[in-house]
């Protein structure tokens, strides 16, 4: 397959004006290759990310996922391919970056540093606090806020090592929210979950982008927990094998494909999927 | 001892260095960077060495060593060339072996080789007390003005890159500021027991408290009782200052072991204070909030609860 050259630069322009109403497309993803070490990672990579929009992006272990949320937050740069985010490349997102939230796979941290629920949120306001500053009022309040919203309040003073797993996922969450986030990034928060500590966390998660108008790219090689909540799917490995609706994504062979596995687990007799039709 | 000028330059001098090692040392702890001090401080050898061989004095030559064994370590690890303490492990010894070699060429086994070893209280002049105030400055700047990224990098690299941190720049400021630190620091403790300094201060904060705030104020506070009583047990019965500071600070240690059991109970108690001072000036809900046009102080209804916390760490 040629690769094509990067044809255009992104419009740029502020998507979000003072009202906080912004433009349709968030996120605009074009022909993207990604090499890593010179190997292929991400080949012919092609979506939009819509203003409230819930995107799954799903695949299989090593199918280049996470290094797509990379390419996304400008820490991967594309080998060529149009990335576009609120109008900008990643490079150029820093003044726009307390827009972005984002929760990575895993934190490998120490389980004794010392850092409580509450230091660890705030670290998500740090774009927000500047350079050389101290957190302000505001800043504190936004803290806490974030904290109640993911149902955390009164565990803000607890080491973060000492929260249960799903508790942590909810901590990052708040972390990623604490800011003014329009686009959430969440790269596999629900692994690692077991099946009623990740229902309790997409719940959250749909509640809160109702209510935040919050644009979401999540990540995750778990078909069932996507295909209920998003309202797109994308399925990668390495390159797209397929995009649309989770109806559509879910009933492909192309995702089996994708899996190189059948997912009689997922579609068999029995197994509910609200808002899919036909997935067979 | 004070009565003396050595004395007097030693304990001010040892004061700064505590201030500084013991600053560092929580980041170094935390950050699991334990390994890559010992491999600076090792390597200073190499630079004394250097120094020795040239006629240069041999903290000019050590400091330059060490950063660029610092700048050698962050570059090797994070091109993910090499792990750290492999690329750690090859630079301090070769560094170790450069220093051994230059010493036997230059026939410089002498008394001042070993203070440059094993520290000494009448190495400290009042030049040294001046570099080791300025660098002290820089380095205490270096972590107040960045102190909110060193700990967002040190808690989760990738979400601080995300989020605008300069990591690159704060990685490599506190290898360079830790080789500064420990240069300036190898006159009293000497280059063998220097990496004590930037270790046990942060491991005894971190028995006292799970609180950033006071594991810092703990590692300095062990860090000074250590220099004072260390400098004070050194003039006394003339032994090496390196060895009695660390050891005063080994047995500090010690101690904060044996007390960790009752932190949570001293921390209820420091938070129930605090509690007390902060009522009457809470924050009011909602006041203030910069999270954009939403109303994100609105708890979110789920069926979330926080009864289900499972407390892995006993306090």
Known sequence: MSRPRKNHACKVGAYFDSTGEGSRVLIDIEHVFVELGGQPVLQDITFTLNDRMF???????????????????????????????MGMEPDELKGELHHIGYVPQSVLFDPIFPVSVYDVVMMGRICCIGR????KKSDKQAVMDSIRMVGLEGLEQRLIGELSGGQQKRAFLARALCRETRILLLDEPTSGLDIPAQRQFMDLLTDLKERLGLSVVFVSHDVNVLAQHADEMVCINRSMHLHGKPGDVVGS?????????EFDFLVGPGAHHPGIEGGH | MLSYSFGQTALIGGLLIAI?????????????????????????FGGVAIGIAAGVNPIVTAAGFCVLVAGGIGWFSRKGKLHEDTIIGILFSASMALGIVLIAAAHAYNQDLLSYLFGSILAVAWTDVLILAILTLLAVAFMLLFFKELLFFAFDEETATASGVPVRFVYYGLL???????????????????????????????????????????????????????????????????????LVMFALFLIAVGISPRRSYMEALLSKRAKAKAQGSEVSQGEGSTLGPVDRAQPIETSLTVGDVETRVDD
Do not use: D
């Not at chain 2, 040392?25 to 950050?31: E, G, P, Q």
């Open chain 1, 55 to 85: 995107l799954g992006v799903i695949g299989p272990n090593g199918a280049g996922k996470t290094t797509l949320l990379r390419v996304i937050l400008g820490l991967v740069k594309p080998t060529s391919g149009t990335v576009c985010v």
């Open chain 1, 132 to 135: 050389f500053r101290f957190a």
């Open chain 1, 253 to 261: 062979e192309r995702l089996q494909e994708a899996y190189r596995c």
């Open chain 2, 20 to 44: 500084t090692c013991a600053l560092m040392s929580f980041f170094i702890v935390v950050r699991r960077l334990a390994f890559a001090g010992m491999g600076i401080s090792h390597a200073a």
């Open chain 2, 176 to 246: 360079v500021t830790i080789a500064l630190t420990i240069v300036v620091s190898i006159k009293l403790v000497g280059i063998i027991l220097v990496s004590a300094l930037i270790v046990i201060p942060g491991a005894t904060g971190l028995q006292l408290s799970r609180n950033y705030r006071r594991v810092i104020v703990f590692s300095i506070l062990s860090a000074v009782i250590s220099v004072v009583v260390g400098l004070q047990l050194s003039f006394s019965f003339n032994v090496a200052s390196g060895a009695t500071i660390v």
